[in-house]
């Protein structure tokens, strides 16, 4: 039974491993002394306490794991209390019922959890005994350590177990000498005392198992015992005084019993036998220690097993049993010492095993024990070289052994020496060279020896002789070599002779020489290599060789040719070293890239690597062996590969697909919100939709297969539909799909797995994305796009259209202006008539006055010249009242106003109207500056001196409220 090692060199934190579970995707966690793990099969997502995250773990120190139905994660800590991994938010919840029985929760030990088939929960802490949780969260039951009368507790305040039996009675595994239960029937707890069978020695009993009526109860000192329930007996006992620490079943039907120290025992029934695995420090894929821990059976019936200090030591249930030996004497031996070039089964059932610098080794299936032989100066008796290159075991019961420049040995069993041949240059009948390659014996029983550098050599029994058969220059009967690497006596009683260079040999007679076969570059149908490294009849009596770089050969009917299978035929190497046949026709062949079995008749290979369990990807010349058993043997540079083909078998578990992580820009993204926006609504493997915006235009998606047989050969495809025509094909080192610069739109990412073998899930896992546009490409936009432009089209025409009507105005206008104009020019000119009229009447007014004035001073002057009479003094006073009637008339200023506001349009009225305070003096004298009469003008007018104008028109500013800096004749003229 082999098993895969995971340690901290595969990325666990820690090597001791507690507790393990599988959830509902496949992962597998493992807690640990240090962290909480999620493996898939490559990578681990470690999970530990932060002070600063108040969802995570309270406690590094993992000591049990429950998957509850809703695929939560409960995990209990040695110190820190009960946490839950919540699927649906991915994040830990420290101590969910808190207040509930004790205020404090994270006090807790907790070392058991544990769901019966009502719904309950079971809770087994270190040092408060168990809890009760109905299956609603709303009842809360404590039970722990009674005084006497008082049978509604246990007598225990440890708990590290449970189990249910068919009745639903909960047992449970404690400290002490009883196995206490919680009785379904009565609700009160009872217990399996010590008269109840042949009694417990005061320990833990630590791990429970009910199965078909029977209860397991392994104890941590006092071995295994098995109590049936429906008889109320012990049935047996068995393992004494071994602490086991836990019990399991896997889907056979075997029952698994982990121990702290004595390693893992297998059974199927309480009678036994036990089978016994530990660790072997020369069996490279044994477990990797003694102490072990929690055990866990997967849906594959893949066996994960806890221990201490050692990881987790795995058993795939359909991974190719290959076991790795790695024949040392001693576990600290040197790597190159561990090559094995040579194997021989002899007569009693030892395998003998040559090693390349670790001498000889006796090798006994049945109890793994072994013994090794090596060549001291000191002891003429052993074996002659510690580089075993040939082995074989003789019709007569002798044990041949070649060695590297130290010759041929013969092993005397009843006197446990080696006698040896080596060559001696005065003897002619020696062996001709000490490099010794090949041995084997004839259906005549004559031995024949192959040797590097001295061709072949027949052995003479009763003389001790050895004969010589060489290259003979010119002859094409003589052998083609000097260097023999394998030889093989067929079942017609020919002898083949495979050489370093000269290609394959058959020995026709000793008398008729030898018949060659060569590579030769004209013909197809020859070796594609001289060097040949094995050879092999098959069952049906075929020749089959292995060549140095040419690949496998099968020597054709009527011996003229060869047909080849090569790399580009599905040949790991075209370095084939050793050939073996199972019962069924398939050939075995170890290569310089693995192992592989070839089906002669589909012409099919099916290979297998270091990940497959091989000691290594390189194999050794002719160092191979079958059984009578059946077993087949294979030596390579770190040791032997040992198996039973029909044990090797392919693969048929689907693998199952599971996303690992979702990244944006390199960023893992979490559950829930992200950046202020909710990109993964629930865990990846609910398959949601994502959805992401324009800008996030570089996104990973990352998976892997949950098939841990061989997980490194798994292969990947995966495509994004509405992207992609075609499927990405990748291996393992591959499992991740990086996407940039999508266009906005719906996809969908799907990925599908093969295993190790080749066999596809061919249902592929989706992953739903939505890549919302830029707002320029939303609906919305483009509907408020094409309304602005409908807009803008609508306002271009009406702006148009405007344009058009005021250009049409503006001519109008202009049309009207230049009539306006023409109006306003011949009305101007009217009006400058006018006020020529207006100016030149009231000058007119004014030189009449000045007339009368003057004529009114004559008058008087002639009234004081005149001695007249008093009539003519009359006369001349009543006509000088007359002249003062006229100047002083006010009807001349009456017919101007009348004149000066209709030309004027009533401006002295308006005049009036915003400025009250003005005279009617003040608005006359406006009128005159109106009508651009000057100073003087305007003092002959009124009769005045031109310096009481300026002084008028002083007063006049100041009345109409002008500043200082402000013309008083401007704002008049555009009064309005």
Known sequence: MGFDHITINQGLANNTIYAIVEDQDGFLWFGSR?????????????????????????????????????????????????????????????????????????????????QDSYGDYWIGTAGHGVIRIDSAFREFRSYSLYPDGQPGNIFSYFCFSFAEDDAGNIWMGTEGNRVPY????????????????????????????????????????????????????FTARALGQKLIKDIARDSSGRILISTDG????????????????????????????????????????????????????????????????????????????????????????????????????????????????????????????????????DSKGNLWVGTFAHGLNRFDRRRNIFEHYEHDPSDPYSLSNNNVWAIEERQDGSLWIGTLGGGLEKFDYANGRFYHFTPAPGDASSLSGLNVQVLLADKAGNLWIGTEYGGLNKLVSEEQGFRAWKKDEKNSASLRANSVL??????????????????????????????????????????????????????WISTNMGLSAFNPKTGEFTNYDKNDGLQSNQFNRSASLTTRSGDMYFGGIHGVNAFHPEKVTANSNLPRIVFTDFKLFNQSVP???????????????????????????????????????????????????????????????????????????????????????????????????????????????????????????????????????????????????EILQLRNEKLNREIERKNAQLSAALLQSAHKNNSLTGLKKELADLSQEQNGGAGHKKEIRQLIRKIDHEIDSEDYWEQFHLNFDQVHQQFSARLHQEHPQLSVNDIRLCCLIRINMTNREIASIQNVSVGAVEKSKYRLKKKLNLEKEEDLNTYLLNFS
């Open 34 to 114: 240090d962290g909480l793990h999620r493996y898939d099969g490559y990578d681990f997502k470690i999970f530990k306490a932060d002070p600063e995250d108040s969802l995570s773990l309270s406690g590094n120190n993992v000591q049990t794991l429950f998957r509850h139905p809703n695929g939560d994660i409960w995990v209990g800590l040695k110190t820190g209390g009960l946490c839950i991994f919540r699927r649906a938010t991915q994040r830990f919840q420290p101590n969910p019922f808190n207040g509930n029985i004790f205020p404090d929760w994270g006090q807790l030990s907790v070392q058991a959890i544990f």
């Open 182 to 233: 919680y009785d379904r029937e009565s609700g009160a707890i009872k217990e399996l005392a010590p008269n109840n069978g042949p009694g417990f020695r005061y320990s833990y009993s630590k791990a429970l198992l009910y199965h078909e009526g029977k209860l397991w109860i392994g104890t941590e000192g006092d071995g295994l015992y098995v109590y049936d329930t429906n008889k109320k007996a």
């Open 262 to 393: 004595a390693g893992l025992f297998i059974t199927r029934g309480e009678e036994g036998p036990f089978q016994n695995i530990q660790f072997s420090p020369t069996l490279v894929n044994s477990l990797n220690t003694n102490g072990l821990y929690d055990i866990y059976v997967d849906s594959n019936n893949n066996i994960w097993i806890g221990s201490f200090n050692g990881g987790v030591n795995v058993h795939k249930s359909q991974k190719a049993n290959f076991l790795t030996y790695l024949q040392s004497s001693s576990i600290t031996d040197a790597p190159g010492n561990q090559s094995v070039l040579a194997f021989c089964e002899d007569s009693r059932g030892d395998i003998w095993i040559g090693k390349d610098g670790g001498g000889l080794v006796r090798f006994n299936p049945a109890t793994q024990s072994q013994t090794t032989y090596n060549f001291s100066a000191d002891d003429p008796g052993s074996v002659s070289s510690n580089v075993i290159t040939a082995l074989f075991e």
């Open 534 to 587: 094995c050879l092999h009849q098959s069952r049906d009596g075929h020749l089959w060789a292995g060549t140095e770089g040419g690949g496998l050969h099968l020597l054709l009917e009527g011996e003229q040719g060869f047909r080849n299978y090569s790399v580009k035929d599905g040949l790991p190497s075209n370095v084939v070293n050793a050939i073996e046949e199972d019962d069924k026709g398939v050939l």
């Open 671 to 817: 559950v829930g919100h992200y950046q202020g926006r909710a990109i993964l609504p629930r865990p990846l493997n609910e398959e949601p939709t994502i959805t992401l915006k324009y800008s996030d235009n570089v996104f990973t998606i990352e998976f892997a297969a949950i098939e841990f047989t061989n997980p490194s050969k798994n292969r990947y495809a995966y495509q994004l539909e509405n992207f992609e025509g075609e499927w990405n094909v990748v291996d393992a080192t591959h499992r991740r799909a990086t996407y940039t610069n999508l266009d906005a739109g719906e996809y969908t990412f799907k990925v599908k797995a093969s295993n190790n073998s080749g066999v596809w899930n061919t249902t592929p896992r989706p992953i739903h994305i939505i890549v919302t546009p830029p707002f320029w490409e939303t609906w919305w936009f483009r509907l408020l796009a094409t309304l602005l432009i409908l807009t803008m089209i609508i306002l271009f025409i009406r702006f148009q259209n405007e344009k058009r009507k005021e250009e049409h105005q503006r001519q109008l206008m202009k049309k009207e202006r």
